[in-house]
């Protein structure tokens, strides 16, 4: 079993930053991507950012230029530094892993979410 901890939601004002965290722990043997999506309210989840195991990343086009993903392999960690927020940066942000478990199972597991309101 493969438990996501998510930090570092919050309230912030438009034009300022934030970072989330995400850690994994549990049975995992592989990390082929971990990244983070969001949703709206009203609005399906999406994907904001995803790094893979040969670090390549990819962005949504919305947040291209201001967000920036990294993660560190020896405690199965990704950060989300946000940069410039804007009102429509706000939904609740989850983490995502998919890799394989000590059986060789692959898996996609899900954070609780954190809540971003950006907000003057």
């Known amino acids: 079993q493969v438990h996501l901890v998510e930090s570092g939601g919050g309230l912030v004002q438009p034009g300022r930053s934030l970072t989330l965290s995400c850690s994994a722990s549990g049975s995992i043997s592989r990390i082929i991507a971990m990244g983070w999506y969001r949703q709206a309210l009203g609005k399906e989840r999406e994907l904001v950012a995803r790094?893979?195991?040969?670090?390549?990343?990819d962005y949504a086009d919305s947040v291209k230029g201001r967000f920036t993903i990294s993660r560190t392999d020896v405690d199965n960690t990704v950060y989300l530094q946000m940069n410039s927020l804007k009102p429509d940066d706000t939904a609740v942000y989850y983490c995502?892993?998919?890799?394989?478990?000590?059986?060789?199972?692959?898996?996609?597991?899900w954070g609780q979410g954190t809540q971003v309101t950006v907000s003057a």
């Open positions: 790094v893979t195991s040969g670090a390549s990343t």
């Open positions: 995502n892993l998919v890799g394989y478990d000590s059986e060789l199972r692959s898996f996609s597991s």
